[in-house]
């Protein structure tokens, strides 16, 4: 089976979201259920990734960032991220006490050394702070790891 992990851009809006998933919902599609898909299930990208690959009915793997990672989340996606949480096959929580950049681009190597491939949702700018989609997509670079940019035309974070 196939390891595809996720880094992308959080808070998306809603029609920029609706048009992301499609996106992932078709470039996953030839896969099916034989896949594993890798996410830190931040809000964002990471989500619409994670409800594409349980709908497709294949594993869900989860990298937590650090022991404080759900409180720094949106209070809003708690429940979302409790639901998928507990829809993985497999948790690893990274021993980083805060959800710092520093923890997220640890977990952005984390992911992108588990995985066959990766699908960045990134509008190719530079990252707004360490440890954002361009160094994850930076690192899989180094890595020699298959990236897929998706992005919808025209959008804007």
Do not use: K
Request: proline share 7%; with cysteine.
């Amino acid at each position: 089976m196939i390891r595809i992990g996720i880094t992308g851009h959080r808070a998306l809006p809603p029609d920029v979201s609706a048009r992301v998933a499609d996106l992932i919902t078709g470039h996953l599609e030839p896969y099916g259920c034989e896949m594993v898909g890798l996410t830190c299930l931040a809000d964002g990208a990471d989500t619409v990734f994670a409800e594409a690959v349980v709908a497709a009915g294949a594993p869900l793997e989860v990298i937590v960032p650090s022991l404080g990672y759900r409180e720094a989340l949106p209070a809003e996606h708690h429940r979302v991220y409790d639901r998928l949480l507990g829809r993985a096959v497999l948790v690893h929580t990274l021993q980083n006490a805060a959800s710092t950049p520093e923890a997220h681009m640890d977990a952005g190597r984390t992911l992108v050394d588990r995985c066959d491939q990766l699908i960045a949702v990134w509008d190719g700018l530079p990252a707004r702070g360490p440890g954002g989609t361009a160094d994850v997509v930076a690192y899989a670079r180094q890595r020699y790891r298959p990236v897929t940019v998706l992005w919808p035309r025209g959008a804007r974070r």
